[in-house]
């Protein structure tokens, strides 16, 4: 085992953010919404039909090279292929010759999906169905980043999966995580977080619910669902009783990476800012592994990391975790 200073050797490791952007929450909002974003991915879309009669979109890149590898991203809740740190990994894969692949999770792809269902952040069964498919079309194991719950589910299902891994992916990378989900959830339910993050993140996630209780009647109280002004309480009502979970502690319980890291067994970097305001510090694993490297510098943010000269540009964060995964893969 390593300890967390020894796992930090390189990478954003000793990442300062700019001067003019100082704290964890400007280093999460200012990236999103008005550093220099890279150029619109002329991304083309494909629907897969799942097992349980539903479909999943998934959006790619295509490069001059058939053969080049593939980078694979899992988008983090109420995401897409349009969001800013989506279009910086394109923009990072187009530059080096690779294809990218962008698999939408049930619901965030512009349509709702049709199963009685959506997402959740160990919904690492689904993650092995998508990661199978993907494998299919390409030519060496992939290179998958996770973003914030996609990261959660990405290691859970490493995790899951164990040595059988490695027939898929040759490197993995969780990028703010919340590795315990109770953490960051009880982080997001509190003060500024709760009056910005979780109303900007049930503005969207309540109306998706209800359409879904419009296509199957019955599957949720929805005077209970109305009255929720948490991610905890919409958890209870909707997100934990449509995917098999008793309640919102047994669903982030359950669901939490963190308790087993220890079980992966391909390359995976983790990295996670001490100022993100949806993780908190003292909830970031200690120790990595032989697997697994910790990176945890104090700024960055949640999925922020910017770089340059006001307004800043985005391509920090694709730069380092790809130049990882490049010397860390097959």
């Known amino acids: 085992m390593a300890d967390v200073a020894s796992s930090h050797a390189t990478g954003l490791s000793g990442w300062r953010a700019p001067r003019w952007l100082p704290g964890g929450n400007a280093q ?14 002329p991304w083309r879309r494909e ?54 692949a962008v698999p939408h999770w049930r619901g965030c792809s512009g349509e709702l999906n049709l199963a009685p ?25 992939l290179h998958v980043v996770g973003v914030s719950l996609g990261g959660n589910a990405l290691l859970r299902w490493a995790a899951e999966a164990g040595d059988r891994a490695g027939a898929l992916v040759g490197t993995l990378a969780a990028v703010s995580a919340p590795l315990d989900l109770a953490a960051g959830g009880r982080a997001i339910d509190r003060g500024f977080n709760r009056r910005v993050y979780a109303r900007m993140f ?40 449509l995917h098999g979970f008793r309640d919102t502690d047994d669903y982030w319980t359950r669901a939490s990476a963190k308790p087993h890291l220890a079980r992966i067994r391909v390359p995976t970097l983790a990295l996670n800012a001490r100022n993100d305001p949806f993780v908190p510090a003292t909830s970031l694993p200690r120790l990595g592994s032989a697997f ?39």
Not at 28 to 41: E, K, Y
Request: hydrophobic share 45%.
């Open 28 to 41: 999460t909002i200012w990236p999103a919404l008005w550093s220099r974003r890279p150029p619109d991915a």
């Open 47 to 100: 629907r897969w039909d799942t097992p349980d009669g539903d479909f999943v979109d998934v959006d790619w890149l295509d490069g001059a090279d058939a053969l080049a590898p593939l980078l694979v991203l899992l988008h983090g809740l109420e995401s897409s292929s349009r969001s800013h740190y989506a279009l910086a990994f394109a923009h990072w894969a187009q530059r080096a010759g690779w294809r990218v």
């Open 117 to 141: 269902r959506a997402y959740h952040s160990g919904d690492f069964e689904e993650v092995a169905w998508m990661l199978q498919r993907l494998r299919e079309h390409a030519s060496a194991p």
């Open 202 to 241: 049930l503005r969207t996630m309540k109306p998706k619910a209800l359409a879904k209780l419009a296509q199957h009647p019955g599957l949720f109280d929805r005077e209970r669902l109305l009255a929720a002004r948490t991610l905890y309480e919409f958890d209870n009502v909707f997100t934990a009783p």
């Open 292 to 330: 697994v490297t910790l990176w945890q510098p104090a700024h960055g943010g949640h999925v922020g990391f910017p770089g340059g000269t006001f307004p800043g540009h985005l391509m920090t964060l694709p730069d380092a975790v790809m130049g990882w995964m490049r010397s860390h893969g097959p």
